[in-house]
């Protein structure tokens, strides 16, 4: 049938297979009732948010299918179901910063009258190979679950015929056609690469650091991201020679006064930063080792150095051209990021996203879950509730952790006006590093309110042990309307770093000097 087209295939119930020149296609027709479509929702990206989405809307009695495909890295690295988070990010960076701070721990520990062997080494094999178990379990178990909450997997690249409809490719070629009444776009996205010489040659991504099966050695991580950042900070505390190349600014987005504290921390933890400077291009040694060729704004001539490992880190893009979009009317930026309303609905009326794809959204993990189940909610449900994009808390897991939630001290001033905005701050020493005597300097922490009334919290920073840990119950509070008065007259847990923040009480505009000199 040379001229068939999805209309004519439409008309097959049950499973049909059609065969059209060489290509079969596989049509999953369930008509019963009312039921148009195959699907009451398909979900295109089997990512946290895409199975937090699926999942959600099976629980509410509907047929879904989630369609899932990993296109190799430039280096030929592949995973399983799960996304970034499981397979190449949250998941594995925790996993190998845990392992670098335990170093750091053993070397402290011989302070507090542990015998440690002066000379103790780490073996990235067996790192490697407990990071990837686990991540193979996650992988499994997300299978698991879908096949529990009877949500049909689908390890096929999807792309769309129309609206309501999407071709599934297979690794081996063969496709399959399915239909939804509802088509979740969650593909997430993959990192960005400098259009140099040698790069995609070469270099490796965050997609490929986390399945080396042979040790990094000396490396060069280039960008000045949260992973550029996490994956130095890790590499150097497991014992690798490590240097950051960056362009201009740390952290882009945050609070540039924490940032710049990340990075003297990390410089005094013996990071090397190449700043002011882009690679120009990446080589090939005889011996396998690779020069990296870069312009320096600050001396204003090329440099060159060698490494065994260049990661590069210089940001993440959409994994949304290959869709089709365009074919079915949806509005997409020339970087291919989604325009979506406050819904998470698309231009195209049953064609929703969520996640690291939506234009000018956080793009993290917990908030894809978190709207994917709210999208889920209000299709099947009747819920009415949107996601809150406002308030979001994260943390970047640097040897000295940072984590944020609200607004940065720039973004209040910019908001409210320098002089509305009240900032409550202080350094301190956490206990732990007492008997060590451990460089306190970068530790540090701020409160930033609106100046008058009962000085509501615009945003609360910290930077130290656990600051993630730290960070969660205050943003439970802040989420509902924290004043600077409520935290002031909260009883802190002593002896913690977490109780400094209920102690807070000189502010920036004060003078006053913030360090923090006992109880």
């Given at each position: 049938?040379?001229?068939?087209?999805?209309?004519?295939?439409?008309?097959?119930?049950?499973?049909?297979?059609?065969?059209?020149?060489?290509?079969?296609?596989?049509?999953?027709?369930?008509?019963?009732?009312?039921?148009?479509?195959?699907?009451?929702?398909?979900?295109?990206?089997?990512?946290?948010?895409?199975l937090?989405?699926?999942?959600?809307?099976?629980?509410?009695?509907?047929?879904?299918?989630?369609?899932?495909?990993?296109?190799?890295?430039?280096?030929?690295?592949?995973?399983?179901?799960?996304?970034?988070?499981?397979?190449?990010?949250?998941?594995?960076?925790?996993?190998?910063?845990?392992?670098?701070?335990l170093?750091?721990?053993?070397?402290?520990?011989?302070?507090?009258?542990?015998?440690i062997?002066?000379?103790?080494?780490?073996d990235?094999?067996?790192?490697?190979?407990?990071?990837?178990?686990?991540?193979?379990?996650?992988?499994?178990?997300?299978?698991?679950?879908?096949?529990?909450?009877?949500?049909?997997?689908?390890?096929?690249?999807?792309?769309?015929?129309?609206?309501?409809?999407?071709?599934?490719?297979?690794?081996n070629?063969?496709?399959?056609?399915?239909?939804?009444?509802?088509?979740?776009?969650?593909?997430?996205?993959?990192?960005?690469?400098?259009?140099?010489?040698?790069?995609?040659?070469?270099?490796?991504?965050?997609?490929?650091?986390?399945?080396?099966?042979?040790?990094?050695?000396?490396?060069?991580?280039?960008?000045?991201?949260?992973?550029?950042?996490?994956c130095?900070?890790?590499?150097?505390?497991?014992?690798?020679?490590?240097?950051?190349?960056?362009?201009?600014?740390?952290?882009?987005?945050?609070?540039?006064?924490?940032?710049?504290?990340?990075?003297?921390?990390?410089e005094?933890?013996?990071?090397?930063?190449?700043?002011?400077?882009?690679p120009?291009?990446?080589?090939?040694?005889?011996?396998?080792?690779?020069?990296?060729?870069?312009?320096?704004?600050?001396?204003?001539?090329?440099?060159?150095?060698?490494?065994?490992?260049?990661?590069?880190?210089?940001?993440?893009?959409p994994?949304?051209?290959?869709?089709?979009?365009?074919?079915?009317?949806?509005?997409?930026?020339?970087?291919?990021?989604?325009?979506?309303?406050?819904?998470?609905?698309?231009?195209?009326?049953?064609?929703?996203a969520?996640?690291d794809?939506?234009?000018?959204?956080?793009?993290?993990?917990?908030?894809?879950?978190?709207?994917?189940?709210?999208?889920?909610?209000?299709?099947?449900?009747?819920?009415?509730?949107?996601m809150?994009?406002?308030?979001?808390?994260?943390?970047?897991?640097?040897?000295?952790?940072?984590?944020?939630?609200?607004?940065?001290e720039?973004?209040?001033?910019?908001?409210?006006?320098h002089?509305?905005?009240?900032?409550?701050?202080?350094?301190?020493?956490?206990?732990?590093?007492?008997?060590?005597?451990?460089?306190?300097?970068?530790?540090?922490?701020?409160?930033?309110?609106?100046?008058?009334?009962?000085?509501?919290?615009?945003?609360?920073?910290?930077?130290?042990?656990?600051?993630?840990?730290?960070?969660?119950?205050?943003?439970?509070?802040?989420?509902?309307g924290?004043?600077?008065?409520?935290?002031?007259?909260t009883?802190?847990?002593?002896?913690?770093?977490?109780?400094?923040?209920?102690?807070?009480?000189?502010?920036?505009?004060?003078?006053?000097?913030?360090?923090?000199?006992?109880?």
């Open positions: 049938m040379p001229g068939i087209c999805h209309q004519t295939i439409s008309r097959y119930y049950g499973r049909s297979k059609i065969i059209v020149g060489r290509r079969i296609f596989y049509t999953i027709r369930a008509f019963s009732g009312t039921h148009k479509y195959d699907y009451d929702m398909v979900v295109v990206g089997g990512g946290s948010g895409g937090a989405c699926s999942k959600e809307a099976a629980h509410f009695g509907k047929k879904v299918a989630v369609l899932d495909y990993v296109d190799p890295s430039f280096q030929g690295t592949t995973w399983g179901l799960g996304g970034t988070c499981v397979n190449v990010g949250c998941i594995p960076k925790k996993l190998m910063h845990q392992a670098a701070l170093g750091e721990s053993v070397r402290d520990a011989k302070k507090y009258g542990w015998n062997p002066e000379n103790f080494n780490h990235w094999s067996v790192l490697s190979e407990a990071v990837q178990n686990h991540v193979h379990s996650l992988n499994w178990g997300h299978r698991v679950q879908l096949k529990t909450k009877s949500v049909d997997y689908i390890n096929g690249k999807g792309s769309f015929l129309d609206s309501h409809t999407i071709k599934a490719v297979t690794k070629g063969r496709e399959k056609i399915i239909s939804g009444q509802n088509i979740v776009v969650a593909v997430g996205g993959r990192p960005r690469f400098p259009n140099i010489p040698g790069a995609k040659e070469y270099c490796i991504s965050s997609d490929d650091l986390f399945w080396l099966k042979k040790p990094p050695g000396r490396t060069l991580v280039v960008g000045a991201s949260y992973v550029s950042l996490e130095a900070g890790f590499l150097n505390g497991l014992g690798y020679d490590t240097s950051i190349m960056v362009r201009s600014i740390l952290l882009r987005g945050f609070d540039q006064q924490m940032a710049s504290f990340v990075g003297e921390h990390m005094s933890q013996g990071i090397n930063f190449i700043k002011s400077s882009v120009k291009r990446v080589e090939r040694m005889k011996d396998g080792k690779l020069e990296v060729f870069y312009d320096s704004y600050e001396w204003g001539e090329e440099h060159s150095d060698v490494f065994d490992t260049v990661i590069l880190a210089v940001g993440r893009d994994v949304t051209k290959t869709l089709g979009l365009e074919k079915i009317g949806v509005e997409f930026e020339k970087s291919g990021y989604i325009v979506c309303h406050k819904d998470e609905q698309t231009s195209v009326e049953n064609v929703y969520i996640g794809v939506i234009q000018d959204r956080p793009e993290l993990t917990p908030v894809a879950i978190m709207a994917g189940k709210l999208l889920a909610r209000r299709l099947f449900d009747g819920s009415t509730e949107l809150d994009y406002d308030k979001i808390p994260t943390t970047v897991f640097t040897p000295l952790e940072y984590s944020t939630v609200g607004l940065s720039e973004k209040a001033d910019e908001v409210h006006g002089d509305n905005v009240e900032v409550y701050h202080a350094f301190y020493k956490p206990l732990d590093y007492s008997i060590p005597d451990k460089d306190a300097s970068q530790c540090y922490m701020k409160v930033v309110c609106k100046f008058e009334g009962d000085q509501e919290i615009l945003g609360i920073h910290f930077l130290g042990p656990n600051a993630g840990e730290v960070m969660q119950g205050f943003a439970v509070a802040l989420k509902n924290l004043t600077y008065k409520q935290l002031s007259t009883v802190g847990i002593h002896p913690t770093s977490a109780e400094e923040l209920v102690k807070l009480n000189i502010s920036k505009r004060s003078g006053l000097d913030p360090h923090v000199t006992g109880c």
